[in-house]
């Protein structure tokens, strides 16, 4: 039973005195712009060897759970960056796989074992090539950046998972080590505007071999007929880069397209989507366009979780916005739901911090500004 007793802090309760205990789980450390060689070093590091996400596979995460952050790596094929991973079988990942036709690097969320491909840009990759990639997370934005780490290859908005380790996987023991010299950073911010809004069929299982991902058109060429030096049997020309916006199940996935791709594409690829669209919307030019479409993606999708300013950030793509969209995301998952596990209380608090600095910089109305600043300090003071 708790007694008690006198010390350095006066009278108080024995149970008191073990919760102010200056433990190793509550020293600060850094957790931006340092290497997962450094966080081994301190003992901040997790090992998985048979993540059942990916059967064979090696992971290597940091030691806590964080929220926002970036994860800089060197890709190579068949390998992938993680974040607000839990080790078993929930994880945002960016991945290389030159095994698919002219979708090589995209996003995928798998949340309870079940795969879904969030974004995927259309381009095919060299088997032996690797490439410098990024990982990004801010609130409710996922990023994958690949060769260029100021402008994304490919975005997506998804609300499923809050908080969780981050870190990258291979897919043999032999590889990890030079995985160890990833860095972890702040996420990055500016997005790129798409060319469309569409909803469009689902197909998939949910599995590595089969993730549920967009049905999009096709037309699948052998690249040596087409004169093509691409090492694999099959291109598709009517590939076209995506990003889903919180798809939540069902047979249809919301998805902003853009334009970049891969030189050899048919440019006709984007009129044949929008000819199979349930949906289409124009791609709004401010924040209030973005508010009205956001209400009519709610109606078409009425489980979205996402708010006005993360679809007006994702579609925008303003970094003045981000502080909003971000603000939205701690205020739903801190205060009104208690979504946010496992995070050090030192570093959520650094992390609202930051957000409240970037905010107080923002060039956005003063109301707008005002209405997120007072969501980050309820939660700071929580």
């Not at 023991?173 to 798409?194: E, I, M, V, Y």
């Amino acid at each position: 039973m708790p007694q008690i007793v006198s010390g350095i802090w006066g009278k108080v309760r024995t149970d008191d005195i073990l919760d102010r205990a200056v433990t190793r789980a509550k020293l600060e450390y850094p957790t931006e712009d340092v290497t997962l060689t450094y966080l081994a070093v301190i003992n901040k590091i997790r090992h998985f060897p048979h993540s059942s996400t990916w059967p064979g596979g090696y992971e290597v995460l940091t030691y806590d759970s964080f929220t926002d952050k970036a994860v800089e790596i060197q890709l190579r094929d068949e390998s992938c960056a993680v974040g607000r991973g839990d080790g078993v079988d929930d994880e945002y990942a960016i991945n290389l796989d030159s095994g698919k036709s002219t979708a090589d690097f995209f996003i995928s969320k798998i949340v309870s074992g079940t795969e879904t491909t969030l974004a995927s840009e259309s381009i095919d990759i060299g088997t032996n090539h690797i490439y410098l990639c990024k990982l990004s997370i801010s609130g409710s934005t996922i990023k994958g950046y690949r060769d260029d780490m100021t402008t994304e290859k490919i975005s997506a908005t998804d609300t499923d998972l809050t908080s969780g380790y981050f870190g990258f996987r291979f897919k043999s023991d032999c590889n990890a080590l030079s995985g160890l010299d990833t860095f972890l950073q702040a996420p990055s911010s500016p997005l790129q505007k798409p060319l469309a809004v569409v909803e469009v069929p689902v197909i998939g299982k949910g599995t590595e071999e089969d993730p549920i991902r967009p049905q999009l058109p096709q037309d699948l060429r052998d690249p040596k007929e087409l004169g093509l030096n691409i090492d694999k049997p099959q291109i598709n020309l009517k590939s076209v880069t995506y990003g889903a916006i919180d798809y939540k199940g069902g047979n249809t996935m919301i998805i902003a397209i853009y334009k970049h791709g891969a030189p050899y594409l048919d440019p006709k690829r984007f009129e044949d989507v929008l000819a199979i669209a349930k949906n289409k919307w124009k791609v709004p030019s401010n924040v209030q366009e973005a508010e009205e479409i956001w209400k009519e993606l709610k109606k078409a999708n009425p489980d979205m979780i996402a708010g006005k300013h993360t679809i007006a950030y994702h579609l925008l793509g303003d970094e003045n916005i981000e502080p909003c969209s971000v603000a939205d995301f701690y205020h739903g998952n801190m205060i009104e739901d208690n979504k946010i596990k496992g995070v050090p209380e030192w570093e959520l608090r650094r992390t609202l911090l930051k957000w409240k600095d970037r905010l107080e910089k923002a060039r956005i109305n003063a109301e707008l500004k005002e209405k997120h600043m007072k969501k980050l300090e309820v939660c700071l003071k929580r």
